[in-house]
Structures are given as structure tokens and as C-alpha cells.
């Protein structure tokens, strides 16, 4: 039973869309939206069902805030909500907890380590979270909201919340950049993107079992010079994949020498 | 019915023993394993229950010849079984079908799209092939082979298989290369690579749906410089991750002002 029970949303992104569903289908009464555009809160929180926060100062009573807006606006919107609330949390990886400092007495974060993108359905039990708090109380108020989104979870001081957050843009966003890379070579010569997609979900697959480092493969790792000369060759009107392709081929032969 | 319906296995690897196995499982009842090393090969096929060849010159009449060897021994393996069979392919990525030139009456090329390393479990239907034959009865062969092997099929010139094999170096190998660096900067961190596993998953599982270009999220798809600087200050003693870091970044960025 989480205590508070009554929380409000800061904000209308994605994160705070995905985030409202799942505390309404765990049961969540008392469920309050604002934010920065008036009719497009009012006219969210009607479709979710929840109750539309019109100004800071109609807060309602005993009531948490939860912060998710863009990393760069969360110190504005707490000081908008300075004194509110008795509990206050942003879901930054990036933003330290300082942001909060002042605004309400117990603060805290909540780091969902999930990319909230368009078309992405959220499986709030898959969910890693890295969590921090400024008290005991504001750490017994974010296990019991862990709790109820089922994730696993692990208690970051906010250096290493900045940490993971470098491992998730290289894992995820970088990952991402490489395969934007590859559709539009792909797309290019007239090549079938998706038939990659079983090697690449075999490879990701393995990587819950196997260390990366103990798996590379291609004519970098075998330091094949020849076929890397043909790709760069190959490459002579993609500069950005070829600046790609010498930088990790290179990389990764070295690593395979040294070994 | 696959006819000729003898096959000779020549290498001992990983992926001649995952074929071998496929072959079996199939039901194809004469198969021959041979290798470079007598010894170890003699063993393989007693172990997979297959027949040993000890020597090109007992290559069985009316048996098709698969090359499975490494791309550079290709060629050589090729001339050793000259004139012995009608039909004969390998399985490279980056080497010609003319590699097979005066070798066999009907040649052709099988390249698995799939990465064959130590601990994966290879389900064939699920491996997507790219096949080129020299001539129609290499490419019946060919195509009752795929048949048998059950994976979707795709007929590739030698040039097209280069530019794909390019792709696949960068969707495999290179995104290997970026989980490896960020596993190491996990472990020297403390902080639990497997923890971001949900995420990977979750965008990967994302790019059968939607084009990775319209899904990039992170600090440099924000031009967000506060957070991007702070993360090369990060990387200061991690000079691979940091030079990637580096390059990412900037041709994330350029792409996110460019939209």
C-alpha cells in the first residue's frame, strides 16, 4: 500500500503517459495531471481518466509529485512546486537529485532504464530502475512505488545513475546510430535491412549468457586486411559509415591482436 | 529429395559441425566429413555418426562437395578436390563463387547470415541463407538444399553478398565491439551489465517494426552538450570508449540539427 496514495504527474511526455497507465492499472485512486499546456493535459487527462491539475496552487493535500519532463526543465517544475508536496521525485538518469533539494521535504529518484520511443509498449515488470533518496522516508515511499511497477531494482548513488546512464546511451543509443547506418547502406544497394534481424536477436540473445568480449567475430577480429579494404573501398560514398568502419575495425583488431 | 543426395562435408569448424548436424537431423543418410587434420576429423565424424574421409582421392561417386573451411583456405581446399564431384559450394560471406572456378562442373555459394560462435545454438529455419549458383543445375541443388535447411532465402549476385556481408559486419560485429566496451566500463564501475539488458532487447525487438531512424533518443539526439561533455569527462581514462563517444555523438547530432 503505498502512503501517499495520491499522486500527481508533472508533465504529458511519453514517459508520463507510460508511467499514468500502469499506476491506474495497479489501482492508483487518486491520480492528478499537469502541465505546461493547459488543454493538452486537460484533454490527456481525460483520456487516461485522471484528474486534470490546472495551477501549483490547487496541489491537492498529502499528495506526491512525480517530475517527468525533459531533463533540462525538471529544476524549473520543482521550484514551480516548491513546498507542495512532502515527496518529490524526478525520473532523470542524467539530472542529479539536487534538483530537487528545498522543494519538498523528502526527496528522490526514480530512473526507468528503458527507452520511451513511439510504438514502444512498456512492460513495467521488465523494467530496470535505478533509485536514490534523500531520506528514509522518501526511500520507504520509492519501494513501495518500485514495489508496485514490479521492475527490478537497484539503489544508485547519483555519480553512478551517471554512469549506467553512459553504459545505456552506448548499448542502446550508439547501438541505434549503427543500425540507421546500416538500414540506409542496405536500403541503398537494394538490400533486405530485415534479414539481418535473426543474427542481430541471436547475438543480443547471447549476450545475457556469454561476455561480448569472449564472442567477436568478422574480418576485423581475424585482422583480415583484405576484406576490410574492400568494405572501406565499398564505403567510398558513405563518409559517416566509413569514418564508423575504421574507427571499431580498427579497434576491434587491435583488441584481437592483443588476446 | 535432394540429388545428389551424398554429401561431403570438407572442415572440421563450427559451422561445418552445425551443418553436419542439420544435414543429419534431415535425414540425409550419406554424409562424409573431411579435414585438414585426420586425427581430429576421424573423431568429429565418429562422434556425429558421419563417415570419414580420409583422403580426396576416396571422394565417393556422386557426392556434392560443401567447403567449409575459413574464407582464406577457400580457394586451396577447392583445387584439392578438383574434378571429384559435379557439384560444389562454400559458405563465405566475402569470398567469389569463382573461387570454386574449374573445380566442379556446377558451383555455387551458401552464406548463412548467422554468427557461428562457441555457445550458440543454431535453429536453421530461423537463418536467413544468401545463395548464387553457376548455372541452373547448381541452383536446383541450391534451392533443394535451402529447402532442407528450411531458412528464408535470398538470391544475391557476389557483389550484392559483399554489400551485405558489410552490413552484417556492421550490425554484428561492430555492436558486439560497443557492448564489449561498455561491459568493461560497467565492471570498472560496478555496475551490472546485465541490467540493461531489457533495453537492448527492447530496441532491438523494435526494428522489425519501426525504422531505427525514426526512434533515436539520448543526449546527442538532443544536441544536449551539458550532458555529452560531461560523459567524455567521464571517459577520460577510457580512451577506445571515449573515441567512439566522440565519433557517435557528432554524427548523431549532426543528424538530429539535420532533421
Not at 18 to 26: G, N
Not at 153 to 169: E, F, N, P, T, Y
Not at 182 to 189: L, M, P, Q, V, Y
Not at 249 to 255: D, F, L, V, Y
Amino acid at each position: 500500500m503505498l502512503k501517499p496514495n495520491s499522486i500527481c504527474i508533472l508533465g504529458t511526455g511519453k514517459l508520463a503517459r507510460h508511467l499514468s497507465e500502469k499506476l491506474i492499472s495497479e489501482g492508483i485512486q487518486s491520480l492528478f495531471l499537469w502541465g505546461r499546456n493547459s488543454e493538452k493535459t486537460a484533454k490527456m487527462a481525460a483520456e487516461l481518466g485522471m484528474q486534470h491539475l490546472a495551477s501549483p496552487d490547487h496541489f491537492p493535500e498529502n499528495s506526491a509529485a512525480i517530475i517527468a519532463v525533459s531533463d533540462h526543465a525538471i529544476a524549473e517544475v520543482a521550484q514551480l512546486f516548491k513546498g507542495k508536496s512532502a515527496y518529490m521525485i524526478h525520473l532523470s538518469g542524467t539530472q542529479a537529485i539536487s534538483a530537487l533539494d528545498g522543494c519538498a521535504a523528502h526527496t528522490g529518484v526514480l530512473w526507468p532504464n528503458q527507452s520511451f520511443t513511439p510504438g514502444n509498449s512498456i512492460v513495467w515488470k521488465n523494467v530496470p530502475m535505478s533509485v536514490e533518496a534523500s531520506d528514509d522516508e522518501a526511500r520507504t515511499w520509492l519501494l513501495q512505488l518500485t514495489a508496485l511497477l514490479e521492475g527490478p531494482v537497484a539503489w544508485l548513488s547519483g555519480d553512478q545513475r551517471k554512469q549506467l546512464h553512459l553504459a545505456a546511451v552506448a548499448a542502446n543509443n550508439f547501438v541505434n546510430h549503427l543500425m540507421v547506418l546500416t538500414e540506409e547502406w542496405c536500403i541503398a544497394k537494394g538490400l533486405d535491412f530485415q534479414f539481418l534481424m535473426p543474427m542481430v536477436e541471436q547475438s543480443v540473445k547471447r549476450l545475457r549468457e556469454v561476455s561480448p568480449s569472449k564472442t567477436q567475430t568478422g574480418p576485423a577480429s581475424r585482422n583480415d586486411q583484405v576484406v576490410i579494404a574492400q568494405h572501406v573501398a565499398l564505403l567510398k560514398d558513405f563518409p559517416e559509415f566509413s569514418e564508423v568502419y575504421a574507427l571499431l575495425s580498427k579497434q576491434i583488431a587491435e583488441r584481437s591482436t592483443r588476446a
